[in-house]
């Protein structure tokens, strides 16, 4: 198994305890609310759960971003480095295909 894998798969494993992390405090929440009728106090999962998503999430990228960085090839020119323009030359401008296509409109 690869280290990308073993990133993914880690990440994916912390992801899905932060969702049955979740879960879990729902259901205790519905018990509390059953035994004293507010839980207002409550909207937002805990901290633990925003860490563990906020982790999995970064692990994940990072066993992405190690797997396409094994087959990423490097760029080579033949020539070498030329220098090309910025601009488009007067020619070539927007607005210049707009006034074209308006004239093969009218006629």
């Known amino acids: 198994m690869s280290t990308s894998q073993l990133?993914?798969?880690s990440g994916i494993l912390l992801t899905l305890h932060s969702a049955y992390s979740c879960l879990h405090y729902r259901e205790l929440l519905r018990d509390l609310e059953e035994?004293?009728?507010?839980?207002?106090?409550y909207p937002l999962p805990p901290l633990d759960v925003w860490i563990e998503v906020f982790l999995g999430a970064i692990i994940i990228l990072i066993s992405e971003l190690v797997r396409s960085g094994s087959t990423l090839q490097p760029v080579a020119t033949k020539?070498?480095?030329t220098k090309r323009?910025?601009?488009?030359?007067?020619?070539r401008s927007r607005e210049f295909d707009i006034?074209?296509?308006r004239a093969r409109a009218c006629y």
């Open 99 to 101: 006034y074209t296509s």
């Open 85 to 91: 323009p910025m601009m488009a030359p007067a020619y």
């Open 79 to 81: 020539g070498g480095f």
């Open 35 to 41: 035994a004293s009728g507010d839980i207002s106090d």
């Open 7 to 9: 990133l993914l798969v």
